[in-house]
């Protein structure tokens, strides 16, 4: 067996994003508009992510997603992963009512190469998650793991397969369970390390080796 460390790193634009709904500038004036958007906006050039869903003054709505991509070069031919646990590194944390959190979920319709503007509306419909982890469960300015689930490390496997990045989609509780922030009362906000310097999201896989072919000697007595 062996055992890999990816990170997600948003500064040096390897296609991790912080993916915005249509509110991104100020706000949506409904939630359904903000919630249900197909496309939003990416945010790549900054240092850190956020998972978000809160009320700006108004009301006005504003859900933030994730997209993390992870570079699998180091991963040899042939081999498969057995377990995968992503950890991410809680900086700030605010909450305004009940216990929230963040949710891991598929990121089989993201855009495969690029952080898009659809792969806002692409996590939608991805409501189980992979993994979750409430915020009183995490602890302040360090990485806090979630193991990922046997569904996950099958999408893992499939993206390796087909030669490509691994990507996974985080929602915050609110978005997630489709519940309205409602203003002053209903927000939750977590920031996460997002670059090199700033601790990435970092997923640790542990894989075993390729299969090799068995040869047999024929002996004629």
Do not use: C
């Not at 500064?11 to 991790?16: F, G, L, R």
């Not at 692409?122 to 602890?139: D, G, I, Q, R, V």
């Not at 927000?187 to 040869?215: C, I, N």
């Amino acid at each position: 067996m062996a055992t890999y460390t990816l990170y997600a790193d948003n500064a040096q634009y390897n296609e991790s994003a912080l993916l915005y709904g249509p509110g991104f500038t100020s706000g949506s004036t409904t939630w359904e508009a903000e919630h249900d958007g197909a496309t939003g906006f990416v945010f790549e050039a900054v240092n850190v992510f956020y998972n978000d869903a809160r009320v700006v003054s108004g009301p006005l709505y504003q859900i933030k997603r994730m997209r993390l991509h992870f570079d699998p070069a180091a991963i040899g031919a042939g081999e498969t992963i057995i377990s995968a646990v992503l950890s991410l590194y809680l900086s700030i944390i605010t909450q305004n009512l009940g216990d929230q959190g963040v949710h891991i979920v598929s990121g089989v319709d993201m855009d495969p190469v690029n952080a898009v503007a659809a792969d806002y509306g692409a996590l939608l419909n991805k409501t189980t998650p992979f993994a979750s982890m409430l915020y009183s469960a995490m602890t302040l300015n360090a990485y806090n793991a979630m193991t990922l689930s046997a569904d996950a490390i099958a999408e893992l496997n499939g993206y390796l397969a087909a030669g490509q990045w691994l990507r996974l989609g985080v929602r915050p509780t609110l978005d997630l369970e489709n519940i309205p922030a409602i203003d002053g009362v209903r927000e939750h906000r977590g920031q996460f390390g997002g670059d090199s310097s700033t601790h990435p999201p970092m997923l640790v896989l542990v894989t075993t080796p390729a299969v090799k072919g068995r040869s047999q000697a024929l002996f004629i007595g």
